[in-house]
């Protein structure tokens, strides 16, 4: 057990989009708290290449839970998922050292609130701490790049039904590529403070193994990197910028007003994650999670995985080539995240994170951590 019951008083923290998003919820909660310990809530709710399952897991989708509260189930080191389940909450809890509970959604909008009522009345705290890494949970739902919207949302609806003083923090503006950081920008006010590499520093290892891109790149524009950085799933290279190392705050209110997705869930208040669905539908016009179902269809029968093959020695020596090809078409790309190049040289799973660390052995100057410096040659010089 990680010892949650035996410590009240931790400040109590929400990864708001699931994914890497815990990742960069532990190095905000690391500035925002640096003396004081939190408890972290987060879906697992990740992408295919983690979890080849559509959708969220629940607690009956892991075994080894401990329960912090009757409703919200804690990861411990004996954690894990039950096949064909994926997810990397387990091993994030053990190395980030913190607490995390799961977030379940299929409980819909009151579900979630009981989740945050009872954590937060089991601490004592006096407010909680939403993290979005990107900044989608201020989209209206009409943007044309929008992709995830579902998560976040439910957060924002949640937090307003539990009644609970809530903060939102949006971590790096445009870093998951969805909304670009210059159309977030008049959303964002002017409450913001600055990541710094030492805010980083305890995730630094979770890049190894982690595929999240947004996080990372968070942790980049923190440790100073600048440029356009290639991620996968985007047709433009997502610029690094000194916005991208900056965490706005903003009220629950405003961030209520202005994500006309989180406000339907709100007032109709969807008792079931397939009712959130249908919302989502309506306010955005597409379900995620359906578009979740139609890929892994898609991945099982094979259709749309056409990546070159060749394994992690044959992608180390097409490197230059994918490399040349990929800043001909992007000429202001200077970085790709590492699940990018794997991906894109045909690597996954494994083999993706062995692509890694070969990589940052034979060829440590291509290795801006936690990005991959584009070879100078493919480039423009």
């Known amino acids: 057990m990680t010892g949650s019951l035996r410590h009240p008083g931790k400040r109590v923290v929400i990864a708001a989009g699931g994914g890497g998003d815990p990742i960069g919820t532990a190095v905000v909660a690391h500035a925002l708290y640096p003396d004081r310990p939190v408890v972290m809530l987060s879906y697992s709710w990740e992408r295919l290449v983690v979890d080849p399952v559509p959708g969220p897991r629940a607690a009956a989708d892991f075994t080894g839970l401990r329960h912090l509260t009757p409703h919200v189930p ?46 937060v009345e089991h601490h004592g705290a006096g407010r909680v701490d939403v993290v979005d890494v990107g900044g989608d949970v201020l989209a209206r739902g009409d943007e044309p790049t929008l992709l995830s919207p579902l998560p976040d949302a439910l957060v924002v609806a949640a937090c307003a039904t539990a009644g609970v003083a809530t903060r939102v923090h949006v971590a790096g503006p445009g870093l998951d590529g969805e909304i670009p ?50 991620v996968r ?15 706005f705050r903003l009220p629950l209110a405003t961030v209520l007003s202005l994500n006309r997705l989180a406000h339907a869930l709100y007032a109709r208040q969807c008792p079931t994650l397939r009712d959130a669905e249908h919302v989502a539908l309506r306010v955005c016009g597409f379900d995620e ?25 044959g992608a180390l020596a097409a490197l230059d080539a994918w490399a040349a090809g990929v800043t001909a ?50 480039a423009r010089g």
Do not use: K, M, N
């Open 74 to 119: 804690l990861f411990t080191p004996d954690t894990r998922p039950v096949a064909p389940a994926g997810s990397t909450l387990p091993r994030l809890s053990a190395e980030l050292a913190s607490d995390i509970g799961l977030l379940d959604p299929y409980g819909g909008v009151p579900g979630l609130a009981r989740q945050i009522q009872e954590v």
């Open 181 to 230: 950081e210059e159309v977030l920008s008049p959303r964002l006010g002017d409450d913001t403070f600055t990541l710094t590499a030492e805010h980083c520093r305890a995730v630094s290892g979770v890049f190894d193994w982690h595929p999240s891109e947004a996080s990372a790149l968070l942790a980049a524009a923190a440790g100073g990197l600048r440029g356009g950085c290639l």
């Open 233 to 247: 799933d985007t047709s433009r290279p997502v610029p690094l910028t000194r916005t991208s190392a900056a965490v």
């Open 289 to 313: 999670v359906q578009r979740e179902r139609d890929r892994a269809a898609e991945l099982r029968s094979g259709v749309g995985d056409g990546a070159p093959g060749g394994g992690v020695r």
């Open 329 to 378: 078409r992007h000429p202001t790309a200077r970085y790709a995240t590492f699940r990018c190049a794997a991906e894109g040289l045909g690597l996954r799973g494994r083999d993706a994170v062995e692509f890694r660390s070969r990589l940052t052995r034979v060829r440590p100057d291509l290795h801006a951590a936690p990005l991959l410096r584009l070879p100078t040659g493919a």
